[in-house]
């Protein structure tokens, strides 16, 4: 009898498929994808000439995948319980931090491929604003600013898939994380005692340098501050779950 554990990159193929097989996730791909090119043509006809830069481009093209990435990790993780084949997975890898290692192995490879389609549809937005509406055509964004884009994009997939780990249902999950830091974020910004305190504690505000290209030391600080509540708080309670969460058939 072979005692060898199944190999990791299996696993994280195994994850790939999961993630492309179901109607919501194709679909969902789909729309990131789809999206992307739509965002530069409605830029193209409703932008000013000045502001059709490579900059403004990605800034714009990114929008989609700030607001459905966070679903790819979700739906990675609640695959396991709304479509039950958690069973199955868990009888042949019982060690399940290899299965969420490869999840997220997986959900990053997948963000990855989202995120560097964002760069290509900005050039080209760039070229034909510059060619057919007399736009700047600005090629100015460095690669630290490329990367600041990178990181808002991932920091929301990997939240989303905490969020996941830690509810385990998706139609919560997808409440949880949509709701609850949007109303976070209106309470520090209503309550003028604490405001000043909101990007410590507030990621939507720590993240906010990152889209002006301006963060600082501080800032760094700030925003790990706000990445250990919002991602490593619920992905802590997200491990203590899937490693004790009874998984069944039925």
Not at 79 to 89: A, C, D, K, N
Not at 91 to 102: E, M, Q, S
């Amino acid at each position: 009898m072979n005692d060898l554990p199944i190999p990791f990159a299996r696993l994280v193929r195994a994850e790939l498929r999961k993630l492309t097989d179901t109607r919501a996730s194709r679909w969902l791909l789909a729309a990131i994808f789809a999206c992307t090119p739509i965002v530069v043509v409605v830029m193209l006809f409703v932008a000013k000439p000045h502001d059709l830069t490579y900059a403004k481009f990605v800034d714009f093209t990114q929008s989609p995948q700030k607001y459905l990435l966070p679903v790819v990790g979700l739906l990675t993780v609640t695959s396991e319980w709304s479509q039950r084949t958690g069973l199955v997975t868990f009888t042949l890898v019982p060690d399940r931090r290899r299965v969420f290692l490869a999840k997220f192995a997986a959900a990053l490879l997948v963000g990855a491929l989202v995120i560097a389609v964002v760069f290509p549809a900005a050039a080209i937005g760039n070229v034909l604003g510059a060619a057919f509406r007399g736009g700047s055509g600005s090629w100015s964004f460095g690669a630290a600013t490329s990367g600041e884009v990178g990181l808002v994009l991932i920091t929301g997939l990997v939240q989303g898939m905490a969020f996941g780990m830690a509810l385990l249902i998706t139609i919560a999950a997808v409440v949880v994380y949509y709701l609850v830091p949007n109303l976070a974020s209106v309470a520090f910004g209503a309550s003028h005692g604490i405001k000043h305190a909101a990007p410590w504690f507030d990621l939507n505000q720590a993240q906010s340098p990152l889209y002006s290209h301006d963060i600082t030391g501080t800032g760094w600080v700030q925003l790990l501050c706000a990445v250990a509540i919002w991602i490593g708080v619920p992905l802590a309670i997200g491990v203590l779950r899937v490693s004790r969460t009874e998984v069944s058939s039925g």
